[in-house]
């Protein structure tokens, strides 16, 4: 957070003072040809304006016209392995955070990091999800959007998260079908998985439940990364950015 | 996060071009009793004003000095079961949530029923509180101070979080000893454990190493919660609050 301090304030207000004065005793000088006189209205209104913009700025604070809270929101995006997700969501926030906001990234890969003991089935995916959601909550209920990418297979735990967020929830379905998915998979995973030698691998022997009324459908198998990232970026300033 | 919107800055900026030259029109008028000229030199200065404070603004925006990056700080209350870190962290985070500033409060007891599977072993522990870590830096990386409260028993935990928040990392040790818990511990989990109800007890059957140089020690053992917190809030005001 970037506070001004108390000098700043006092600087910034002496050479505003400078330059209005100036301004204010050159005009009198300049229709009325008295330099003495001019100056005497420069001094009294350095006195008054100080006084009238104290009061006028202490007034300003009980005035509630204008001022707007600015929500966070919580991008999430969903969709089978390797459909794009991570790349999408990766674009969006790095262009999200050059903007005046507190915004924060959250992968499904990386958080799984911290959890090596958690697996893949329903009851655990569940469970995972139910943390990931209490965390990204703390940091939405402290002006902080995130940007979250989850592979998230479960009506249930997208609905979770939904309930906790509200109407700052933005479930952004990134659609490809399992076989563009696997041409894109550069780890090898979905042969892995058909092979057997991953469990409970969501689009080849764990079932992904399609999301019924996202915000936005992302069809990679059709667009780039790039204009599926614009994509977003054009919903974000209509819906949530505008002032 | 609350913005200002444009018709409000714009709506204050008549407001205050109005109240200024009228006082100019007024001060004119009074040193040369000719009110058409005093009109004329209003007329003028509202033109001159706007073009030059619009100026003094712009230039404003590229000097740097007095400004000031306000750093996110984490209070880390540690110290046995029962031995009252979470009333006086309660008290800490209340009076700083009517602060400006983000501020959450995170308690292990909290936590902890968002993992009901993981133990109270010395591994266990560590991968805790390490993930509860991350999540806490997430929030500091934020510009979210955070006032968190877990037994943490172990130095290797709490020197983890210390290297990843640094400087703004404030280890508070609540230092009473087994007994005075004892008798504080409403809940009878102590007695429990020394029954044998209860394993790896922190105090009982469970090792507690004591902060070697924290910030700040709390003794509840003669001082009263809100002695503790009042402790807590000088710290703050003194160290990380200053302007």
């Not at 979250?148 to 509200?166: C, L, N, V, W």
Request: proline share 2%; hydrophobic share 40%; glycine share 4%.
């Amino acid at each position: 957070m970037i506070i001004e301090t108390k000098y700043r304030s006092l600087i910034k207000a002496i050479t505003w003072r400078i330059i209005a004065t100036l301004t204010t005793v050159a005009l009198v000088y300049m229709f009325f040809g008295r330099l003495e006189l001019a100056a005497a209205v420069g001094g009294l209104e350095v006195l008054l304006k100080l006084l009238f913009n104290f009061l006028h700025e202490r007034a300003w604070l009980f005035i509630k016209f204008g001022k707007k809270k600015m929500e966070p929101f919580v991008l999430w995006f969903t969709g089978l392995p390797a459909c794009g997700k991570s790349t999408i969501a990766d674009l969006v926030y790095n262009q999200l955070s050059d903007r005046e906001l507190e915004v924060e990234r959250v992968d499904g890969r990386d958080v799984r990091k911290l959890f090596p003991e958690v697996g893949f089935t329903r009851q655990e995916r569940i469970a995972h999800l139910k943390r990931v959601s209490h965390m990204i909550r703390m940091l939405e209920k402290n002006n902080v959007s995130v940007v979250a990418s989850f592979i998230s297979p479960y009506k249930e735990s997208r609905d979770e998260i939904r309930q906790m967020i509200k109407e700052n929830f933005i479930e952004i379905y990134v659609k490809a079908s399992v076989e563009s998915c696997k041409r894109r998979d550069t780890k090898g995973m979905y042969l892995r998985a058909e092979k057997g030698e991953i469990q409970n691998f969501t689009g080849i022997s764990d079932v992904y439940e399609e999301p019924r009324s996202p915000a936005l459908v992302l069809d990679t198998e059709t667009l780039s990364a790039e204009q599926c990232t614009q994509q977003v970026i054009n919903y974000i300033e209509k819906h949530l950015l505008k002032r």
